[in-house]
């Protein structure tokens, strides 16, 4: 069955960088996206990007143009999301999602389990 | 930017009663790109209707989605004690993909 497992919850300091990562398995990983949606405890969810396994090519959410890059490696169908310039407003749980690559398909079917990242001076 | 506006935010209802969620978008969302997604507390959120009204793989019939251009809703016929939960739709028909605010409901 689909399966994306995520790496442990993190605690980071203020201007530092954190990399997420989002293993795959089940499934043709370079057959379709994968995603980065973020929550804040108690809030609702926030796209973050997305990345072409198969390609390598991004697209991300205007909000974090230049403080993320999202890449993939396919010898291990693992993805990674890093986020630079850390703020105490980073602090909440990272998910990754997979989607179908194209139109129509666009939805997320199958989730990890969330990473929370922990921004603390 | 689609902006999802999800009403209520809050619904209060009793096992067994019908639901009625609704997510209005700022514009027209292409082709019916909208989705709903089922979450409780302190797990990943789990898809449920996808096209604004085919249900996902193995979602019960309970749930059903409507809806097109700006007006969509999420239907649940009678409430089972696991369906209390947040629940939030989403557009992926353009970027970048938005979410509602979601709406919880939660047990009378």
């Known amino acids: 069955q689909v399966q994306l497992v995520q790496s442990g919850a993190e605690v980071k300091k203020p201007g530092a960088s954190v990399k997420v990562s989002c293993k795959a398995s089940?499934?043709?990983?370079?057959?379709?996206?994968l995603h980065w949606v973020r929550q804040a405890p108690g809030q609702g969810l926030e796209w973050m990007g997305r990345?072409?396994?198969?390609?390598?090519?991004?697209n991300y959410a205007q909000n974090f143009q230049g403080r993320v890059t999202m890449t993939s490696d396919t010898s291990i169908s693992t993805a990674y999301m890093e986020l630079s310039r850390l703020r105490s407003d980073d602090t909440v749980v990272y998910y990754c999602?997979?989607?179908?690559?194209?139109?129509?398909?666009?939805?997320?079917?199958?989730w990890g389990q969330g990473t929370l990242v922990t921004v603390s001076s | 930017e689609i902006v999802l506006t999800q009403s209520p935010g809050t619904l209060s209802l009793s096992p067994g009663e019908r639901a009625t969620l609704s997510c209005r978008a700022s514009q027209s969302v292409s082709s019916s790109y909208l989705a709903w997604y089922q979450q409780k507390p302190g797990q990943a959120p789990r898809l449920l209707i996808y096209g604004a009204s085919s249900r996902a793989t193995g979602i019960p019939d309970r749930f059903s989605g409507s809806g097109s251009g700006t007006d969509f809703s999420l239907t649940i016929s009678r409430l089972e004690p696991e369906d209390f939960a947040v629940y939030y739709c989403q557009q992926y028909g353009s970027s970048p993909w938005t979410f509602g605010q979601g709406t919880k409901v939660e047990i009378k």
């Open positions: 990345i072409n396994p198969n390609s390598g090519g991004t």
């Open positions: 089940g499934y043709t990983f370079t057959g379709y996206y």
């Open positions: 999602a997979r989607s179908g690559t194209t139109r129509g398909t666009y939805y997320f079917d199958s």
